[in-house]
């Protein structure tokens, strides 16, 4: 919905500007040299990451032999998604989204159309779906999001296209001005052009070398800090006669705001608004006035449109049917969306557009000086399409998108990738049987697949359900069929689930297993199960350092509050907690040659029983998301990393304990799931290749030196009553 124009050409807005803009002739001190400011000159030395400090190459005693398997293809393939429009004064359109492939060509969630050809802008497939943000200055095109890396590079939440390649603006945004976020990742939220200023707006607090809350002004000469701004900035609008910005805030400048403030002649004022407006809705400006958004509920779904006029709100008597999502003008008259339907406002009220085509969702539109551009889920004459344009009488097909089921879960079964698709309320479970995915069933929303080695791989969740018999039980086991049996019937109430060595560690406040009534935690090897303790305590169970622990991770606020736990023989003790300020979706941590390793920000860590310290063991270029053991030969770790310790491995990588190992090609993108066996290794993730192989979202390798035996055993210590 990002629909913003340079405004304010005027004299007049220029001297209502004065305000904003005469401390711009202090930041020729503030910024760092010309340099990192300029559009044409960017300092080359802020613009590297560290996967630029030319990191060692794979040797050949660190490649892992075996072949990726040439069969997956695209075949997890789905119609992509254009989530924002934009039109530069040119009448040229900015798409972007999560898609990787428009009309077949690779362009990986930014493409601009000029009438005649679509362009892309060499990006990566981690960069679709990243921009949050689009505008124009000096026709150069400017994209904001919640990017560190994009198109390769270190960017920080803004880069700026120079005609050839993306460059960053010095060394970008950092921290996060919203108290409730503790990501230290800054957002871009808004971009706007007013009087030859680029405006800035977000979720920050510094800009290259200067303190900066939520809103930055920014030219070739200078930037600067706008207002003192206590929160988070979610939008940000202009007419010639004054500025709206709203967000997570309540004070600006010491003036009292309820989210939403209004700028004018120097001054900002608290913006009153009317019932159910919320501060990430977009302000419009349609003919130099501001327009907003009000949804109604009392009369079914509709939309009331309001236009700020002499200090106040004033309501559209005509409503919306439908909840609307964006507000344009073209030739002279207002259009507004809903997810099913385009409405014009005409003299006898906002009417419905009969477009001639299937509409199955709208998600933007956008409009030029000769039509309109609509982004969406569409059938014309027949035809999928994800864009097309109207010019008041004909639809015109743009371009049909593509990317790829996303993965929620891994496993392995007979060698190949075994998937979990989230559902809205179930996980659809499917296997690559060679030649096309073929659909095992459905199971509960929080169930997990644990790939314990090359035979055994279960099903499990935090309560009994059933497959194909009337039998429910938290567990179940995949057979190389694909079929599913109750190695135990386990009936718990509260249970976790941990993996250690080739069992499944299960801890739960109470339950039945196989009738027999039980609590605390057992063990679980196909069939066979032992107790392990008698006692329940909240998180996983974990076999390390000739104990059990548990370890329980809470997620709060971009950061993980862990706790450890101990069972000396008859009851649990705290050993040590901590709060590690991680933004990664998952706590991770595994048992591993009778330690305990985890991921922490950007590095291998292990626990160290005698300080209760964490130790680092190893330090990637990038955020590592997954870690997996293989018995007690490897640790894998997959992320979105290149490097680690200075060796390249691409996004994945494998330690025996000395050494790290990588693959001779590896996928173009990041990775967020994995599953691996002594055998074989199954990913998941944003790429769309590895090497020049296509495998879009998903590949699997077959290893060629697979230990003979493991190295090392777990212990498992049996329950004291």
């Known amino acids: 919905m990002v629909r913003k124009r340079i405004v304010g050409r005027n004299i007049g807005f220029c001297l209502i500007l004065i305000g904003l803009l005469l401390n711009l002739a202090t930041a020729q001190a503030q910024r760092p040299s010309l340099a990192s400011s300029s559009l044409s000159a960017p300092n080359p030395t802020l613009s590297h990451n560290l996967a630029k400090l030319h990191p060692a190459p794979l040797t050949t005693s660190s490649v892992i032999t075996g072949t990726w398997n040439p069969t997956l293809q695209n075949n997890l393939e789905i119609p992509g998604t254009i989530s924002k429009l934009y039109v530069d004064e040119h009448d040229r359109l900015y798409v972007t989204g999560g898609f990787k492939y428009l009309n077949g060509q690779q362009f990986n969630g930014l493409a601009s159309w000029n009438g005649t050809a679509w362009q892309g802008y060499g990006l990566q497939p981690n960069d679709a779906g990243a921009i ?172 009331k449109i309001y236009h700020w006029a002499a200090n106040n709100w004033l309501a559209d008597p005509s409503l919306i049917t439908g909840s609307a999502l964006d507000l344009v003008e073209w030739n002279s008259q207002a259009y507004a969306a809903t997810n099913s339907q385009l409405w014009q406002r005409s003299n006898a009220g906002w009417n419905s557009v009969n477009l001639p085509m299937q509409i199955g969702a709208i998600n933007a539109i956008e409009a030029s000086s000769n039509g309109i551009y609509l982004a969406g889920d569409f059938t014309l004459n027949g035809q999928a399409s994800q864009l097309v344009f109207w010019d008041g009488a004909n639809l015109t097909n743009l371009a049909t998108t593509t990317s790829h089921r996303w993965v929620n879960d891994l496993g392995n079964l007979q060698g190949s990738p075994l998937v979990g698709f989230g559902q809205i309320t179930k996980t659809n479970l499917q296997f690559w049987n060679g030649t096309a995915w073929q659909t095992l069933g459905n199971a509960p929303y929080d169930a997990r697949l644990l790939t314990t080695d090359a035979q055994h791989t279960y099903l499990v969740a935090s309560s009994p359900f059933t497959t194909t018999s009337s039998v429910a039980s938290a567990i179940w086991q995949y057979a190389p069929n694909g079929s599913l049996t109750a190695p135990v019937v386990l009936k718990p109430q509260s249970v976790t689930w941990s993996i250690s060595g080739t069992q499944v560690l299960a801890s739960m406040y109470s ?168 055998e074989n290794v199954h990913i998941a ?35 004291s009553k």
């Open 511 to 678: 339950g039945t297993i196989n009738s027999q009534p039980i609590t605390g935690a057992v063990a679980i090897d196909g069939n066979h199960w032992q107790q392990l303790t008698d006692q329940y305590n909240f998180g996983p169970i974990y076999a390390a350092n000739q104990k059990l622990y548990t370890v329980r991770s809470e997620a709060d606020r971009g950061s993980w509050l862990v706790y450890i736990s101990e069972w000396n023989g008859t009851t649990w003790q705290e050993v040590t907690a901590w709060q590690q300020f991680d933004n990664r979706p998952s706590f991770e941590i595994v048992a591993w040659r009778d330690g305990l390793y985890l991921l922490y920000n950007n590095e291998l860590r292990r626990f160290d029983f005698a300080s209760q310290e964490l130790v680092t063991l190893a330090t990637f270029n990038d955020v590592p998301r997954v870690l997996r053991s293989v018995d007690d030969d490897y640790l894998y770790v997959a992320g979105e990393f290149s490097a680690v310790d200075g060796q390249t491995v691409g996004p994945i990588a494998r330690w025996d304990g000395t050494n790290w190992q990588g693959f001779e090609h590896v996928p173009n993108g990041s990775i967020y799931e994995l599953a691996a066996t002594a």
């Open 685 to 719: 993730g944003s790429f769309t290749h590895v090497g020049a192989t296509p495998s879009l979202g998903i590949a699997s390798f077959a290893i060629n030196d697979v230990p003979a035996s493991p190295s090392y055993r777990q212990f498992i210590p049996q329950a």
């Open 132 to 303: 949050r943000a689009m505008t124009t200055y000096h026709d150069q095109l400017i994209v904001g999001g919640g990017f560190r890396q994009f198109s390769g590079q270190t960017m920080n939440g803004i880069a700026r296209w120079n005609g050839t390649a993306f460059e960053a603006f010095g060394t970008g945004f950092s921290g996060t001005s919203d108290f409730y976020d503790y990501s230290n990742i800054a957002k871009v939220h808004d971009l706007d052009v007013v009087s030859d200023t680029l405006y800035v707006s977000g979720n920050f607090s510094g800009f290259n070398d200067l303190v900066v809350n939520s809103l930055l002004a920014w030219q070739p000469t200078g930037y600067r800090n706008v207002a003192n701004i206590d929160s988070s900035l979610y939008q940000f609008a202009a007419t010639d006669e004054a500025v709206v910005v709203s967000g997570e805030v309540l004070s600006i400048d010491n003036t009292a705001i309820d989210y939403f403030a209004r700028w004018q002649q120097g001054v900002w004022h608290n913006l009153p608004m009317p019932q159910y407006i919320y501060p990430a809705q977009e302000t419009h400006v349609l003919s130099n006035t501001f327009y907003i958004r009000q949804p109604i509920y009392d009369q079914g779904v509709k939309t």
